[in-house]
T-cell receptor, first 112, second 115 residues
Framework: DAKTTQPPSMDCAEGRAANLPCNHS???????VYWYRQIHSQGPQYIIH???NNETNEMASLIITEDRKSSTLILPHATLRDTAVYYC?????????????FGKGTHLIIQP | KAGVTQTPRYLIKTRGQQVTLSCSPI?????VSWYQQTPGQGLQFLFE???????NKGNFPGRFSGRQFSNSRSEMNVSTLELGDSALYLC??????????????FGPGTRLTVL
């Protein structure tokens, strides 16, 4: 699976859009970009995934660049409950033979 | 649909004891994966079960074992507990049917403390 690079931390004001970047320059054509988040000591929560096209669901939007080498997760109206570590991963499908692997992720802190 | 559930949520054991953790997947999901998460090692894959068979296995000693029942519920067992087994144990379920992508959904985890 391709590796990803994320900033270690970010701040965002409550009510504003939080834009979390992720670089995955070695992604292959059939690998998906997935985003999960984890609030302290809770299980990771699936947010969204995409292959080539931009995606939107009730939680967030995922913007993938045309060359697929980077993506941005957008939380449109951040709330204090969005404070969490956000993980961007690139996987062929599901967990595969070695399961999912999370990097350090981005610690997003929403400021009141 | 109800999400993935795990029991118990918290557990305290002493060295040498054994422990059994339980996971109920999302209805219709046939694959259950188990992970260990610690601050130092991050998320580590233990094993995956599909249709009552272990399909994939991570690099953990034989003290860690699991099984899956016909209703897709799964248990994992850790025998002869060591201090280093203290961790958050996570269960994740997915359809497991082989179609891409096969999104994993995590449960809340079981926090195991070994004294």
């Amino acid at each position: 699976d391709a590796k990803t690079t994320q900033p270690p931390s970010m701040d965002c004001a409550e009510g504003r859009a939080a834009n979390l970047p992720c670089n995955h320059s070695t992604i292959s054509g059939n690998e998906y970009v997935y985003w999960y988040r984890q609030i302290h000591s809770q299980g990771p929560q699936y947010i969204i995934h995409g292959l080539k096209n931009n995606e939107t669901n009730e939680m967030a939007s995922l913007i993938i660049t045309e060359d697929r080498k980077s993506s941005t997760l957008i939380l449109p109206h951040a709330t204090l409950r969005d404070t969490a570590v956000y993980y961007c991963i690139v996987i062929l499908s599901g967990g595969g033979a070695d399961g999912l692997t999370f990097g350090k992720g981005t610690h997003l802190i929403i400021q009141p | 649909k109800a999400g993935v559930t795990q029991t118990p949520r918290y557990l305290i054991k002493t060295r040498g004891q054994q422990v059994t953790l339980s996971c109920s997947p999302i209805s219709g999901h046939r694959s259950v994966s188990w992970y260990q998460q610690t601050p130092g090692q991050g998320l580590q894959f233990l094993f995956e079960y599909f249709s009552e068979t272990q399909r994939n296995k991570g690099n953990f000693p034989g003290r860690f074992s699991g099984r899956q029942f016909s209703n897709s519920r799964s248990e994992m067992n850790v025998s002869t507990l060591e201090l280093g087994d203290s961790a958050l144990y996570l269960c994740a379920s997915s359809l497991g049917s082989g179609g891409a992508p096969d999104t994993q959904y995590f449960g809340p985890g079981t926090r195991l403390t070994v004294l």
